[in-house]
T-cell receptor, first 116, second 109 residues
Framework: GAGVSQSPRYKVAKRGQDVALRCDPI?????LFWYQQALGQGPEFLTY????????KSGLPSDRFFAERPEGSVSTLKIQRTQQEDSAVYLC??????????????FGPGTRLTVL | DAKTTQPNSMESNEEEPVHLPCNHS???????IHWYRQLPSQGPEYVIH???SNVNNRMASLAIAEDRKSSTLILHRATLRDAAVYYC??????????FGTGTRLTVIP
């Protein structure tokens, strides 16, 4: 079956531009996560959805970052007025259940964002 | 959430076993121990998880100390494809994974 897919795989933006990153989770997965991974670092949590509800957005670094999952499947991470420090790989993951501590997260390949 | 401590890097010769340690001294009774790995230019992938007993799957084995304050991921025969960053987590029904910096495994041909 299909895994988690993300698009685009690569995005180059000029500073100040808005970008939208898409995540298609595994069909039927309830939970969806976004992570940001800077070069040479481990991924850092951004936000979490359970179906269409955004239950945790504590990791979003500023109000320029916005995520949605309106129908409980596809999710979009939007970054407004991009800055150079936003350059990173953005990872999406999904899992079948609702925060059970045995759940496995399945990750997409990530979108590499470069802000010039 | 309970934090973990891992060595920054390790090396192994190809086809030899690798033991990757992780300390999680603040683990609580119902916390699960998970391991993920991230191959170059890919998203992280699940490796194995366990609670108390040692666990085996097709990818690896997980040895959990009796007091659960540490665990070891065992790759029985390292291959070049196992070169990756390995992350250890303690999961408490948390809605995110705290990755830290993990252990970068280098496999020497």
């Amino acid at each position: 079956g299909a895994g988690v897919s993300q698009s685009p795989r690569y995005k180059v933006a000029k500073r100040g531009q808005d970008v939208a990153l898409r995540c298609d989770p595994i069909s039927g997965h309830v939970s969806l996560f976004w992570y940001q991974q800077a070069l040479g670092q481990g991924p850092e949590f951004l936000t979490y959805f359970q179906n269409e509800a955004q239950l945790d957005k504590s990791g979003l670094p500023s109000d320029r970052f916005f995520a949605e999952r309106p129908e409980g499947s596809v999710s979009t991470l939007k970054i407004q007025r991009t800055q150079q420090e936003d350059s990173a790989v953005y990872l999406c993951a999904s899992s079948l259940g609702r925060l059970r501590n045995t759940d496995t997260q399945y990750f997409g390949p990530g979108t590499r964002l470069t802000v010039l | 959430d309970a934090k973990t401590t891992q060595p920054n890097s390790m090396e192994s010769n190809e086809e030899e076993p690798v033991h990757l340690p992780c300390n999680h001294s603040t683990i609580s009774g119902t916390d699960y121990i998970h391991w993920y790995r991230q191959l170059p230019s890919q998203g992280p992938e699940y490796v194995i998880h366990g609670l108390t007993s040692n666990v085996n799957n097709r990818m690896a084995s997980l040895a959990i100390a009796e007091d659960r304050k540490s665990s070891t991921l065992i790759l029985h025969r390292a291959t070049l494809r196992d070169a990756a960053v390995y992350y250890c987590f303690v999961v408490r029904g948390a809605n995110n994974l705290f990755f830290g910096t993990g252990t970068r495994l280098t496999v020497i041909p």
